[in-house]
């Protein structure tokens, strides 16, 4: 079974530019989730989808950030203008609905980099 | 609103010692707990999870731990570790009741030495 997969893996703007970062969960997982890592803490959660719906967005700056899972698989996540707090890696995760639901499956990040 | 602490930001330790990984962790709401663990330039990988039942809990890697709801704690033992146990580990909660969102501690650097 393939994992969650994301890319880029690493990304370097200028800060007042815009970036994207894609995810594709593994098959099946309706639930999905992007977490934002800065250096030397631990993940918050960003916005979590079930199917193509938000489920909680709560924690997502959307003056800035937004995302969408069109058709309820892949998942963009845009940044749109950056700034230099937002340097971090973007985690997308994610969990099916039946059987064993509350265990999130992992990505390997975008490193983002805004100079 | 749920909290972690993970008391330890970093763990020195010698290869084939025994280490320890405390975490406590605040909710006024039934949760679930987790340890994960994140090697370097890769995602997370869930070590083990606390859901309910016996309070000791054992995961992947020889790695176990034990819940404690009076001390409303978490911690992640091992009793010998390897050079590969390098890695940051990252103790979360989810509210039960909340769509399994996740809320992690700030992370522990394990160093192994040789």
């Known amino acids: 079974e393939a994992g969650v997969a994301q890319s880029p893996r690493y990304k370097i703007i200028e800060k007042r530019q815009s970036v994207a970062f894609w995810c594709n969960p593994i098959s099946g997982h309706a639930t999905l989730y992007w977490y934002q890592q800065i250096l030397g803490q631990g993940p918050k959660l960003l916005i979590q989808f079930q199917n193509n719906g938000v489920v909680d967005d709560s924690q997502l700056p959307k003056d800035r950030f937004s995302a969408e899972r069109l058709k309820g698989v892949d998942s963009t996540l845009k940044i749109q203008p950056a700034k230099l707090e937002d340097s971090a890696v973007y985690l997308c995760?994610?969990?099916?609905?039946?059987?064993?639901?509350?265990?999130?499956?992992f990505g390997p990040g975008t490193r983002l980099t805004v100079l | 609103a749920q909290s972690v602490t993970q008391l330890d930001s970093q763990v020195p330790v010698f290869e084939e010692a025994p280490v320890e990984l405390r975490c406590n962790y605040s909710s006024s709401v039934s949760v679930y707990l987790f340890w994960y663990v994140q090697y370097p330039n890769q995602g997370l990988q869930l070590l083990l999870k606390?859901?309910?039942?016996?309070?000791l809990v054992k995961g992947i890697n020889g790695f176990e731990a034990e819940f404690n709801k009076s001390q409303t704690s978490f911690h992640l033992r091992k009793p010998s570790v390897h050079i590969s146990d390098t890695a940051e580990y990252f103790c979360a909660v989810s509210d039960v009741a909340a769509g399994n969102k996740l809320t992690f501690g700030g992370g522990t650097r394990v160093l192994v030495k040789p």
């Open positions: 995760a994610s969990s099916p609905v039946g059987g064993d639901t509350d265990t999130q499956y």
């Open positions: 606390y859901l309910s039942g016996s309070t």
